[in-house]
């Protein structure tokens, strides 16, 4: 099946600085990516929807100003969780739709982020 | 919300088979039931997915009942490697985002 990647797999950071996380498909085109959350415990949550060359959707609750996304390729989605603060402490998995039939979706490994 | 309705956790004998149910009342025509599993600290991992026919694939099988409102996941011969938690979701063939419920706990006991 379609690969996709997420780098890097772990991340810590101290409070107020800012880290990327990068989701690329690797063998396939990808239009639209999803970015999610999971808290310890907690099932995956959606936080937004990024389609390539266009804004990202964000989901409610969710700070498009704290967590932004940038989808510049059909390989390529980044999550910049800006000013982390301990309470962004949590694994960041993505995943890609293919840009053609049958839009197949692949999730990523997830990227666990720690803000001390 | 999640459209489908799961045991919170499950447990199964190493080499016994393991069906993990699923409701999904609500379920429209064109949506498919869609199952995951997910492994601690890992991404979601697809298992097998079908509209109402019984599907059947190296992982498990996927047994859909005639009216499509329930459904449940077989794996043949569990192993300690499969203990996870499973996702049962429904969805369109080509939609958007997936919508995790809590899912299932299955632990597999040596």
């Known amino acids: 099946g379609a690969v996709v990647s997420q780098h890097p797999s772990r991340v810590i950071c101290k409070s107020g600085t800012s880290v990327k996380i990068e989701c690329r498909s690797l063998?396939?085109?990808?239009?639209?990516m999803f970015w999610y959350r999971q808290f310890p415990k907690q099932s995956l949550m959606l936080m937004a929807t990024?389609?390539?060359?266009?804004?990202?959707?964000?989901e409610q609750g969710v700070e498009k100003d704290k967590f932004l996304i940038n989808h510049a390729s059909l390989t390529l989605s980044t999550l910049t969780v800006t000013s982390a603060h301990p309470e962004d402490s949590s694994f960041y998995i993505c995943?890609?739709?293919?840009?053609?039939?049958?839009?197949?979706?692949?999730f990523g490994p997830g990227t666990r982020l720690t803000v001390t | 919300d999640a459209k489908t309705t799961q045991p919170p956790s499950m447990d199964c004998a190493e080499g016994r088979a393991a069906n993990l149910p699923c409701n999904h009342s609500?379920?429209?025509?064109?949506?498919?039931v869609y199952w995951y599993r997910q492994i601690h600290s890992q991404g979601p991992q697809y298992i097998i997915h079908?509209?109402?026919n019984n599907e059947t694939n190296e992982m498990a099988s996927l047994i859909i009942t005639e009216d499509r409102k329930s459904s449940t996941l077989i794996l043949p011969h569990a192993t300690l490697r499969d203990t996870a938690v499973y996702y049962c979701i429904v969805r369109v063939s080509n939609g958007q985002n997936f919508v995790f419920g809590p899912g299932t706990r299955l632990s597999v006991l040596p």
């Open positions: 990024s389609n390539e060359g266009s804004k990202a959707t964000y």
């Open positions: 609500t379920i429209s025509g064109n949506e498919y």
């Open positions: 079908g509209l109402k």
């Open positions: 995943s890609a739709r293919e840009a053609s039939g049958p839009y197949e979706q692949y």
């Open positions: 063998d396939f085109q990808a239009t639209t």
